[in-house]
């Protein structure tokens, strides 16, 4: 089992800045994959960024050079550093965490709200 825990979403004006981050605890060594979706209102969740074992991170084509993920190996945390930010990016944030042990096992975080506007 993984817990996330994330915080840092809010309101903020077009081409402002936000950070996410989302702390997992519980079987945390067997977290693969760990990043961020994200849920406007009235269209499925997407995939926002996510980092993969052994560094590697993809992120969407919307938010591609704009946001970035990094991660905390030693509390178990990433980050979304989310840079000139517009009314398009307005959406619930989940954390997710992939889990591999006995099988793939798949976690969410209960989201954090974004809101772009002026």
């Known amino acids: 089992q993984v817990q996330l825990a994330e915080s840092g979403g809010g309101l903020v004006q077009p081409g402002g800045s936000l950070r996410l981050s989302c702390a997992a605890t519980?079987?945390?060594?067997?977290?693969?994959?760990m990043g961020w979706y994200r849920q406007a209102p009235g269209k499925q969740r997407e995939l926002v960024a996510l980092?993969?074992?052994?560094?590697?991170?993809n992120y969407s084509d919307a938010v591609n050079g704009r946001f970035v993920i990094s991660r905390d190996s030693a509390k178990h945390t990433v980050f979304l550093q989310m840079n000139d930010l517009n009314v398009f990016d307005t959406a619930v944030y989940y954390c997710?965490?992939?889990?591999?042990?006995?099988?793939?096992?798949?976690?969410w975080g209960q989201g954090t709200q974004v809101t772009v506007s002026t």
């Open positions: 519980g079987s945390v060594f067997s977290i693969t994959k």
């Open positions: 980092w993969i074992r052994d560094n590697a991170a």
């Open positions: 997710y965490a992939l889990l591999k042990w006995r099988g793939e096992y798949d976690f």
